[in-house]
């Protein structure tokens, strides 16, 4: 079954530096991945996604790449701000059903004003 | 509401008591999901609901978890005779299905299992 990493577990970055996450996928028919942000006592949120069509999505102050071939996607957080500060979750689809996904571990992120 | 709503917010339960958990997805969103987070852990999918299809439930831990969706809306998550290591963050979250897949999660219940 498709399995999902993701490192690191924890970051720590000093407000304005970039902050990435990166994360490694198992099932090669995998064509949806989403990236959630969960702040403390809350339910995950959706902030950005990519499907397989492209390499690059950008959202203000959000990207996100895929390497299909080598079956691993990033996050990348510019221009950091303390409100950037919360758990991260990657995840991948399970083959090509785009509805039903499996989540990496989560990466701790600390944005230091 | 809005949102996915989940109740109770926070539940105490006695090792071996039997606990519902409750989510009602957003109107109209006809894929629903149950997924368990353990302190400091990622999300364990538990079960997926979607219209009339019959439920994936490949990610329950156990006999002892079961799940329904009424009425394609509301759902139950019951765990019988609770472990200690039930204790967890129940998920819920719902989405409009198909290729419009961003699931809107609920704040989830806290349970601890004593």
């Known amino acids: 079954g498709e399995n999902v990493e993701q490192h690191p577990s924890t970051l720590s970055v000093q407000e304005g530096d970039s902050a990435v996450i990166k994360c490694t996928y198992s099932d090669s028919a995998s064509n949806y991945f989403p990236w959630y942000k969960q702040e403390l006592g809350k339910g995950p949120q959706l902030i950005i996604d990519i499907r397989s069509n492209v390499g690059e999505k950008k959202d203000q102050r959000i990207a996100v790449t895929l390497n299909k071939t080598a079956k691993h996607f990033s996050l990348h957080i510019t221009e950091t701000q303390p409100e950037d500060s919360a758990v991260y979750f990657c995840a991948a689809s399970i083959g090509a059903s785009y509805d039903k996904v499996i989540f990496g571990p989560g990466t701790s992120l600390s944005v230091i004003p | 509401g809005a949102g996915v709503s989940q109740s109770p917010s926070n539940k105490v339960t006695e090792k071996g008591k039997d606990v519902e958990l409750r989510c009602d997805p957003i109107?109209?969103?006809?894929?629903l999901y149950w997924y368990r987070q353990s302190l400091g852990q990622g999300l364990e999918f538990l079960i997926y609901?979607?219209?009339?299809?019959?439920?994936?439930k490949s990610g329950l831990p156990s006999d002892r978890f079961s799940a329904e969706r009424t009425g394609g809306s509301v759902s139950t998550l019951t765990i019988q005779r609770t472990q200690q290591e039930d204790s967890a963050v129940y998920l819920c979250a719902s989405s409009l299905g198909g290729q419009d897949t961003e699931a809107f999660f609920g704040q989830g219940t806290r349970l601890t299992v004593v």
């Open positions: 609901f979607q219209g009339n299809s019959a439920p994936d």
């Open positions: 109107s109209g969103h006809t894929a």
